[in-house]
């Protein structure tokens, strides 16, 4: 029997959790022992998850999925030598970009996450997809196969690139007007917000260009149609740290994209100014 652990009881993690539960055995971890209720919000299925504490757990996994926040990983880092071994693959499923070299020492893959969910309190509702994109190769596809019978869609990508900066982008946009407006998906409805979000998604592209990824002529209008399909309801993962006060994940998603415009010498005034008030309201939550 393949041995799953997750790191992160937040929305993504707990997620994970469920979708491989009902084939595997999966142990999560957090930085505390507590009890989850976990809800799918597309069948109104309810599930009870115990965590455990991180550094109290000494044994080994085959595959460890890390799904905390971008700031949280080095205290994950600390507690890996006593999780893995040499046959264990770590699944790095976090929003953002530029973490994957902490794990280098590793046999550890970056995934493009599509897992909408929230976490108030010890309560996940879960809303929509269960699936993670990650680059193709001899291990990942016995992964695929294994998780073929569960609730988790790995899809196996041939360049692992196109589907990041295509994630990317799609935070890019829509995070940040979650963010700054304070508001859920509906935020969209004003057509300034909405302005301002398909430039962000306009100068994303143009960063990606530089870095040699090419997307469609439609690629903006694309993204902007997928984001009206979102229930007004639906938040963002920067939505809900900017409103309970927690750290953001700016400089993996922005920050990311701002300091690859910055290297290739490119104008991006939508992106330099968003990332500067995102970046100055999180000073004071590190």
């Given amino acids: ?89 770590i699944i790095l499923a976090q929003n953002g970009y530029g973490m994957l070299e902490q794990l280098k020492d590793y046999r550890a893959y970056q995934a493009v996450v599509y897992v909408s969910g929230q976490k108030k309190g010890s309560h996940v509702t879960h809303f929509r997809d269960y699936k993670l994109h990650i680059q193709s190769d001899i291990v990942t596809e016995q992964l695929a196969q294994i998780f073929s019978s569960t609730k988790l869609e790995l899809v196996l990508e041939p360049h692992i690139q196109q589907a990041i900066w295509y994630k990317l982008i799609v935070n890019l946009g829509i995070n940040t007007v979650t963010a700054l407006g304070r508001d859920t998906a509906r935020v969209l409805k004003d057509e300034r917000m909405a302005k301002l979000c398909r430039q962000l998604l306009v100068e994303g592209k143009q960063v990606a260009r530089a870095e040699g990824i090419h997307f469609d002529a439609d690629f903006v209008t694309s993204i902007m149609n997928i984001y009206a399909g979102y229930p007004d309801e639906m938040g963002t993962s ?9 750290p953001l994940e700016v400089d993996a998603i922005q920050g990311y994209i701002y300091q690859r415009a910055k ?6 005034p939508h992106l330099e100014t968003i990332y500067t008030l995102l970046a100055y309201q999180n000073q004071s939550r590190l």
Avoid: C, W
């Fill in 1 to 89: 029997m393949t041995r799953i652990a997750v790191i992160g009881p937040g929305a993504v993690g707990t997620s994970i959790a469920y979708a491989l539960s009902n084939r595997h055995d999966v142990t999560l971890l957090g930085r505390q022992n507590q009890t989850l209720t976990f809800e799918d919000y597309a069948d109104q299925t309810t599930r009870t998850f115990t965590v455990s504490a991180l550094q109290e757990v000494t044994q080994t996994f085959d595959v460890i999925f890390i799904a905390v926040k971008t700031h949280q990983l080095a205290t994950v880092m600390s507690a890996l030598p006593q999780l893995t071994d040499n046959h264990t693959t």
């Fill in 238 to 246: 920067m939505y809900y740290d900017t409103m309970n006060q927690q």
């Fill in 263 to 268: 290297a290739h010498q490119l104008d991006t």
